[in-house]
């Protein structure tokens, strides 16, 4: 049975961090690429992050950029996003996603992935 169970979303001032951790089981995580996508009410699911297999290769939307950072733990079946500099537009329900090629075409488009969580919400208060 696969599972994607994210954790560590909450409510935040502006300015301030979080990190959402991701715990996924039932497929070969270490082959998969990993997501992180968004969305916030009213709004269509948003591209935040991406990493290859072996965590070399990260890619970020623009609007996130210096200031996520995706990493992830093969060891523990794990991919984390930290979060930093929050900003109101970043609040939303954060979901990972599992895309079974190691290197994705479109690692930002929310089509390509195969497995999805429940999401984690994410509150930032100006």
């Known amino acids: 049975q696969v599972q994607l169970v994210e954790s560590g979303g909450g409510l935040v001032q502006a300015g301030g961090s979080l990190r959402l951790s991701c715990v996924c089981s039932g497929f070969a995580f270490n082959s998969f690429t990993m997501g992180w996508f968004r969305q916030a009410p009213g709004k269509e699911r948003q591209f935040v992050a991406a990493i290859n297999w072996s965590g070399t290769s990260p890619y970020y939307a623009d609007s996130v950029k210096g200031r996520f950072t995706i990493s992830r733990d093969n060891a523990k079946n794990t991919v984390y996003l930290q979060l930093n500099t929050l900003k109101p537009e970043d609040t939303g329900v954060y979901y990972c996603?599992?895309?079974?090629?190691?290197?994705?075409?479109?690692?930002?488009?929310?089509?390509?992935?195969?497995?999805w969580g429940q999401g984690t919400h994410v509150t930032v208060q100006s």
């Open positions: 996603a599992a895309e079974g090629r190691s290197t994705p075409p479109r690692p930002w488009d929310y089509k390509e992935y195969d497995y």
